[in-house]
């Protein structure tokens, strides 16, 4: 397997990419919905946690995008049709917008609350804008609701990559597993 994409093949640092940001943002979003419900102390700390993991997402996105700029996207696998192609590549896009949107929103939301957003304690991100109370709700609601956004869109891609490996029985989705772990249906 190369590191690089080829013309037909996702290669091994979009593929570790693609399944490490999916495992993030599973985590990211299970975190954001549950860690209101423990005791003041447990909740700091899963907030400090959440709030880590946000600023990996923005390095680990930024990252992949200056990585898509030299390893280029393969060509669809054969049988994904015009319309599917278009579609996928403007869901493909929001999903990377969302997943810059949604940390930097996050970002906005602690500034505005006052309180900055250190990674693992190791340094702190800058401040963007002073303390503001109705700000802080604005951004809050902003962050949550970009949040929504982006599960519904995932949901979406990962039905349409179950339905090609079923249904359409293409390599789709094959393609983007680690080698050997699923087979390409028909061996298209
Ligand atoms: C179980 C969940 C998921 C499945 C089954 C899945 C499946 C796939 C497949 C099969 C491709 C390759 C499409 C092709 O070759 O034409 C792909 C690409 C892609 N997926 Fe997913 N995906 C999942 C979750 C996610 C999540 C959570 C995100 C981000 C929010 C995401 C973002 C992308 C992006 C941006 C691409 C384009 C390739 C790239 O830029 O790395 N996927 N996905």
Request: net charge neutral; hydrophobic share 50%.
């Amino acid at each position: 397997m190369t590191l690089r994409n080829t013309a037909t093949e996702w290669g091994s640092v979009s593929k570790t990419f693609h399944w490490l940001m999916a495992l993030l943002l599973i985590i990211q979003g299970t975190l954001g919905l549950t860690m209101g419900d423990f005791s003041r102390e447990t909740r700091m700390e899963l907030v400090g946690l959440h709030k880590s993991l946000g600023v990996t997402i923005l390095m680990l996105v930024t990252a992949r995008l200056l990585w898509n700029l030299y390893s280029r996207r393969p060509a669809f696998a054969p049988g994904v049709t015009s319309l599917e192609r278009v579609l996928a590549i403007a869901v493909e896009v929001l999903l990377y917008a969302l997943m810059f949107a949604i940390p930097i929103a996050g970002w906005l939301m602690s500034d505005y609350g006052g309180r900055p957003v250190s990674w693992f304690g190791v340094f702190n991100l800058p401040q963007l804008v002073g303390e503001n109370h109705d700000l802080h709700e604005v951004w809050e609601h902003r962050h949550e609701q970009l949040f929504w956004a982006l599960a519904l869109l995932a949901t979406g891609h990962a039905c349409m990559a179950i339905y090609h490996q079923v249904v359409q029985r293409d390599a789709t989705l094959s393609r983007m597993m680690p080698k050997g772990w699923l087979r390409d249906p028909d061996n298209k």
